[in-house]
């Protein structure tokens, strides 16, 4: 059974930086896609960067480039998404999603897998 699970967030100051975890479990990994998403109250889960473990790369929407980067553990079998320069509009539920296969990654439900999220908050 595939597990994902969601760590790492928490309330910060404008300005701060977080690293958020995804634990993946029951898996193995070859030519994954692996979504971080985030919901803020009142909107539509939407996407926030896309890693490919199979080489390690990833993209990201405009609004977070240069402020997160994604990366991945293989040992832990582990994503991570490391946040700086954090700003209240970060403000979200961040979710991660994976499946076994390539994806352009920015459609939520065409993840085989998912996790329940992390609350993120960025005061002012």
């Known amino acids: 059974q595939v597990q994902l699970v969601e760590s790492g967030g928490g309330l910060v100051q404008t300005g701060d930086s977080l690293r958020l975890a995804c634990a993946i479990s029951?898996?193995?990994?070859?030519?994954?896609?692996v979504g971080w998403f985030r919901q803020a109250p009142g909107e539509e889960r939407k996407v926030v960067a896309v890693l490919y473990w199979e080489d390690g790369s990833a993209s990201y929407i405009d609004a977070v480039k240069g402020r997160f980067s994604c990366s991945r553990d293989g040992d832990k079998n582990t994503v991570y998404l490391q946040m700086m320069s954090l700003k209240p509009e970060d403000t979200a539920v961040y979710y991660c999603a994976l499946d076994p296969n390539f994806l352009y990654g920015a459609n939520w439900e065409e993840y085989r897998y998912r996790g329940q999220g992390t609350q993120v908050t960025v005061s002012s």
């Open positions: 029951g898996h193995t990994f070859n030519r994954d896609t």
